[in-house]
């Protein structure tokens, strides 16, 4: 394989093309529904800029005045960054994987997971708050796996300012920075809290979100009262702790449910998801308060990128658990996936064909001979087939590998 398409398989590549195709899936849908309610709503705040207001904090207020004097006040224009922050979204839950040591399966497994979440497809539809909360979030996340890793409190500055505009896009990002507050305090990490660029952080976030608390005050916080009215009319749906928790998988896509739990147990009691275990205290504690706090099931949404990034490095290191154990090398094949992930650097000296019936094998290789047999009395009759085992290639193997894909 070239220099050149070396790079478009690499990991950054596939995480590229995940988030443009989230992007555009978007931005081609924009106009196919009429606005928003609550986009209205925000249109009109838009025109009235403060540092508060009733029901919300003063971010999506100026994101709207933004998309309005930047791209109009069409469906398009104004979906425009939601779209976009979709698309960040997919993206950032690669890195993380990334983050978690995961290997380019890993990475395009955790965007293309959040790609199909069905509450994401909505929220980055449309120009509200929830838009970008995950984005936020997931920035943050990003800052806290960065100070494990390189051990280097400075990024608790950044997880500061973030987290200081996501408290100014939402107010549940509260509840986010609460639960990650405890898991400092009851893994190793706490040794963060003696440093002085947590501390920093936290000033920098206050300092932020100072304007909009002090709005708050002078107005006797109204959200409070907004809450109280909400709760007495029984507009909200409320969950008990099973419905709730189970409400999860239905929400994510119930296909996922298997990914993102084992991300979750994976931070919990993985080895290898052990240094990263804060992250899942955050989850187990965000769930544990929404349920209390009788939220809507859809407040947790923005967490579970994290999950299927920690899934997916899980769900890689299972597929690669026998190879070490044999003396076996990772995986390389021309199909599905595996071809986009390339021969990495293999010469094809020695290669075992599945399916054939060595005919194009024996143009390709020095030699070929059948080493056995797949086959099972109940397993399907396309399951039955030859083993061949193909020695010495004959060409460049990554000059051929552009024509080698399989994909059926």
């Known amino acids: 394989m070239t220099t050149r398409a070396a790079v478009f398989h690499s990991g950054s590549a596939i995480l590229l093309s995940i988030a443009a195709a989230k992007f555009l899936f978007h931005l081609c ?25 009733i029901d919300q904090p003063p971010l999506i207020a100026f994101i709207t005045w933004l998309a309005r004097h930047l791209f109009g006040e069409s469906l398009i224009g104004l979906r425009l960054l939601p779209a976009l922050a979709g698309g960040a979204t997919v993206w950032l839950a690669g890195i993380l994987a990334k983050e978690m040591s995961g290997g380019r399966f890993a990475q395009a497994l955790a965007a293309l997971a959040t790609f199909a979440v069905p509450v994401f497809l909505i929220m980055h539809h449309w120009l509200t708050m929830n838009a970008f909360e995950a984005l936020i979030w997931m920035g943050c996340v990003w800052c806290v796996l960065r100070a494990i890793n390189r051990e280097q409190p400075r990024y608790w500055i950044s997880f500061g300012v973030l987290a200081a505009f996501g408290l100014e896009n939402k107010y549940t990002t509260a509840f986010f920075i609460f639960a990650v507050a405890v898991g400092l305090l009851v893994r190793q990490e706490r040794k963060f809290l003696d440093s002085r660029q947590l501390w920093t952080g936290a000033a920098i976030a206050f300092l932020i979100f100072l304007p909009n608390f002090i709005w708050l005050v002078r107005h006797n916080f109204t959200f409070l009262d907004l809450i109280h009215n909400i709760r007495r009319t029984n507009r909200d749906v409320v969950r008990g702790p099973f419905r709730f928790t189970a409400g999860q998988a239905m929400l994510m896509n119930p296909i996922l449910f298997p990914l993102w739990l084992g991300g979750l147990f994976w931070l919990l009691f993985g080895a290898g998801g052990s240094r990263f275990r804060i992250l899942g205290i955050t989850y187990v504690v965000l769930l544990a308060t929404f349920i209390a706090l009788k939220r809507k099931n859809y407040y947790l949404a923005p967490i579970y990128p994290m999950l299927f990034a920690a899934g997916a490095v899980g769900f890689e290191r299972l597929t690669i658990f026998f190879g070490p154990r044999y003396g076996l090398p990772k995986a390389i094949s021309n199909h599905q996936n595996y071809w986009l992930w390339g021969p990495h650097n293999y010469d094809g000296s020695t290669v075992i064909v599945l399916g054939g019936d060595g005919t194009g094998d024996r143009e390709r290789f020095r030699s070929v001979e059948v080493a056995g047999q797949a086959e099972h009395p109940y397993s399907r009759r396309d399951e039955h087939f030859d083993i061949f085992l193909c020695r010495e290639f004959t060409g460049d193997l990554w000059k051929a590998w552009p024509t080698m894909k399989k994909w059926n």
């Open 29 to 53: 849908t924009a106009g196919r529904y009429g606005i928003f309610r609550d986009e209205l709503y925000y249109l009109a705040c838009s025109e009235h800029l403060d540092w508060g207001y």
